[in-house]
């Protein structure tokens, strides 16, 4: 799936997805986000009742695995590669999550998507090579 990346303005006044917990939300979108880039979408999830996309915002060339809303992007490829998996949780799940597709370790080792989020070393060197995969099907 490929999107484009319209806006990077009024975060305030839309979802904000799920931000790295060590950057403040607005600043770290508009630093790392590029209007008029096509991403692709490495998995999404339905978190606090918005769809999210996660993709690669890369910061100083390195990659950056980064939760945006979808309210950021327009679709420009709506096909998903094989090797996407669902994994659904529910409305009422305490972690906020509600459902997750993507890669396969994204979905069943929901540790990997906390430690994704804390941008965890051992987690995004998995990240890097489901995206090499994906981007070879895509």
Not at 1 to 10: G, L
Not at 46 to 73: G, H, M, Q, R, T
Not at 103 to 131: A, C, G, N, P, T
Request: one cysteine or more; aromatic letters at 14%.
């Amino acid at each position: 799936m490929k999107v484009k990346c319209v806006h990077t303005e009024s975060l305030s006044k839309i979802s904000l997805g799920h931000p790295p917990r060590k950057f403040p939300v607005k600043a770290y979108y508009d630093d790392v986000l590029q209007v008029g880039k096509i991403y692709t979408v490495y998995a999404q999830s339905v978190w606090a009742d918005a769809i999210n996309y996660l993709i690669d915002a890369p910061v100083n060339k390195e990659a950056n695995p980064l939760w945006a809303s979808a309210n950021l992007f327009e679709i420009t490829n709506p096909s998903l590669p094989g090797g996407i998996f669902f994994q659904y949780y529910g409305a009422d799940d305490k972690r906020g999550v509600q459902a997750l597709w993507g890669y396969k370790e994204l979905i069943f080792d929901y540790s990997h998507y906390e430690k994704l989020i804390d941008m965890e070393d051992e987690v995004i060197s998995i990240f890097l090579k489901r995206q090499q995969e994906i981007d070879a099907r895509s």
